[in-house]
Structures are given as C-alpha cells and as structure tokens.
C-alpha cells in the first residue's frame, strides 16, 4: 500500500479537487486496506463522507434484484441495463417528478445511461413490493454509508462546487437529487473509503453477488455494457477501471469522481473516490489519468 501512496500523492499534484480516498479489497480473505489524503496530508484512519453520486445506482436498485429477483419482470430488467429507451435526464420538477417519468414508455432500445431510467426503475420496485426503496435496498449497508440527509453530526465531508453561491458541503451535489430531498436511486448516498468497503463484502456476503454476477455473464451480449445494473469492463486494454483488469469485471463510476470494481478473476475490488467537482466539473482530464493509474497499480499487487 505504501507504493500506492505515493503514487496518489504524485497523480494528486496534478489535479483541481484536493480529496482521494483509495481501497483494495479482497474478496477472498474478506479484507480490504484502505488511505485517504486530504490537501496532500494521509489521515491515520479515513473519515470523510464522500459524496457517491451514480454509485448509488448499483447500490439501491441493483442490491434490491440481487435479493428480491421475483420482483423483476422483463421491463424493469430493461430499466436497470439502461435499454428502455428513457432519456438521459434533465431538470426534474420538485412537485410532478414521479408523474413525468412514469409518462415515459418502456420499450427495449440500445443501451443509452440514463438517470431517468434508475428513477423509473425505483418507482416500478415500490409500486410491485408497496415498499419504499430505502427498506428493500439497505440490509447490506455498513453504518458508514447513508443517505445524505443522515449524515452523522460532526462527520466531515470535502467540498464538491458551488450551488445557490454557496459551497456544495455535507449536502448531495446531483441537484435533482437535492431538489427532490427524499431516498431516491440515481444518487444521494455518502460513504467513507471503509463503509464502501465493507458494505460490499457484505453484499458479497448476504446474497453473493460474485456469484450471482458470474452465472450471467457467460450469457451477456457481448455489446451489453450493463448487467445487473453495474457497468462492466468490455475493453481491458482501455478501461476506467484500469489496465490489467478482466474482462470479468464489473462496478460503477460516479459522477462526483468516485468509482468501484470488482474483478471475479482476482477476487479483488477497487474502490477510488474524490471530490472532483470541487473547482469545476468539465475537465476531466486528470481524473481520467488518476482513475486509470491508480486501477492499473491496484490490479498489479
């Protein structure tokens, strides 16, 4: 881990967010180790609340297929692959969001990342379980991954732009997720580097989504990107998760610079989460950089 640190510390130098939280996990012996640096100093024991963004997508919906899959008929399978045909997403109104996208037709159509497609998708779940999303979807969470709106008094989190004139701190960054102000499932969720961590051995734990993702893989269309909801490595040579990774590899990115894969050849995951929306979110160069250097050294231990 040390030379991973110090490979953080050079690949941070070049960037406009001043907040990284990085964790290998192993699945095998059910351990990760995690580090955390925060304006180029390492904290002893990381604590800051990351804003999750999109991660939360994988983290809601797709925990609640891999436990209750009897709740999943063929048009919200499309929905959690992104193959609905919905729109990418837009300004949602406070008032009128759920009516505006149960509008919407669910029809099968090319893969096309959709935030609206993750709402709609929570909305057809509650309205088959009568349950609200929250309930269904959080048995597995550790006690560091919350809702933003539960964040712990006194707990820490780094900064992720400016909104209103103010600075985006402690409240979720995605503004149709901080207009709505309620549980939803395209983002909204907080975690530090450890609850991340050991909330997804224990979704390993509790419903064994290796293995659960493994059985579909063998029959995944090789230009499906989505399984399950998680985005999957279809280019190792060329990747986000970094060079040296399967083409058994599956996670998510989010939006705030925060990602997390799993390789099933390694039993290993990677999680990596930043504040890079900090100073502006166009450029996203160094994240790429950052995101790829890091996986590749992560895949290589």
């Known amino acids: 881990m040390e030379k991973l640190k110090s490979l953080a510390l050079e690949l941070m130098g070049d960037q406009h967010f001043d907040s990284l939280a990085v964790s290998v996990i192993d699945f095998k012996s059910?351990?990760?180790?995690?580090?955390?640096?925060?304006?180029?100093?390492?904290?002893?024991?990381?604590?800051?609340?990351?804003?999750?963004?999109?991660?939360?997508?994988?983290?809601?919906?797709?925990?609640?297929?891999?436990?209750?899959?009897?709740?999943?008929?063929?048009?919200?399978?499309?929905?959690?692959?992104?193959?609905a045909g919905l729109p990418?997403?837009?300004?949602?109104?406070?008032?009128?969001?759920?009516?505006?996208?149960?509008?919407?037709?669910?029809?099968?159509?090319?893969?096309?990342?959709?935030?609206y497609s993750s709402l709609r998708c929570m909305l057809e779940i509650e309205k088959k379980s009568g349950k609200k999303l929250e309930e269904l979807c959080t048995y597995y969470f550790d006690s560091e991954l919350v809702h933003w709106k539960k964040l712990p008094e006194n707990s820490f989190s780094p900064e992720y732009g400016i909104r209103n004139k103010k600075t985006v701190c402690g409240e979720v960054h995605d503004n149709n997720c901080y207009n709505i102000d309620e549980f939803i499932s395209h983002a909204g969720l907080f975690a530090t580097v450890g609850g991340l961590s050991r909330s997804l051995l224990n979704l390993e734990n509790?419903?064994?989504?290796?293995?659960?993702?493994?059985?579909?893989?063998?029959?995944?269309?090789?230009?499906?990107?989505?399984?399950?909801?998680?985005?999957?490595?279809?280019?190792?040579?060329?990747?986000?998760?970094?060079?040296?990774?399967?083409?058994?590899?599956?996670?998510?990115?989010?939006?705030?610079?925060?990602?997390?894969?799993?390789?099933?050849?390694?039993?290993?995951?990677?999680?990596?989460?930043?504040?890079?929306?900090?100073?502006?979110?166009?450029?996203?160069?160094?994240?790429?950089?950052?995101?790829?250097?890091?996986?590749e050294a992560i895949w290589k231990m």
């Not at 180029?40 to 604590?47: E, G, I, L, N, Q």
């Not at 990418?88 to 029809?107: D, F, H, N, P, Q």
């Not at 399967?246 to 989010?254: E, I, P, V």
């Not at 390694?266 to 790829?292: D, F, P, S």
């Open 30 to 83: 059910k351990t990760f180790e995690s580090f955390e640096m925060s304006a180029d100093v390492f904290s002893t024991k990381p604590y800051l609340y990351f804003d999750l963004a999109s991660l939360t997508k994988p983290l809601t919906n797709s925990a609640v297929r891999l436990k209750y899959p009897e709740l999943f008929d063929e048009k919200m399978m499309l929905l959690l692959n992104h193959k």
């Open 206 to 295: 509790i419903v064994h989504v290796n293995e659960q993702i493994e059985k579909l893989l063998s029959s995944q269309k090789k230009e499906d990107r989505f399984i399950l909801g998680f985005d999957r490595v279809l280019d190792p040579e060329n990747t986000l998760a970094g060079k040296g990774c399967s083409t058994k590899t599956f996670g998510h990115l989010g939006f705030t610079g925060t990602s997390f894969w799993i390789d099933l050849e390694k039993m290993r995951g990677a999680a990596i989460l930043t504040n890079a929306t900090q100073t502006y979110w166009y450029e996203r160069t160094g994240l790429t950089h950052l995101r790829k250097t890091l996986g």
């Open 88 to 115: 990418v997403g837009g300004l949602l109104s406070k008032k009128t969001w759920r009516e505006e996208l149960l509008a919407y037709e669910i029809k099968e159509s090319p893969p096309l990342y959709s935030d």
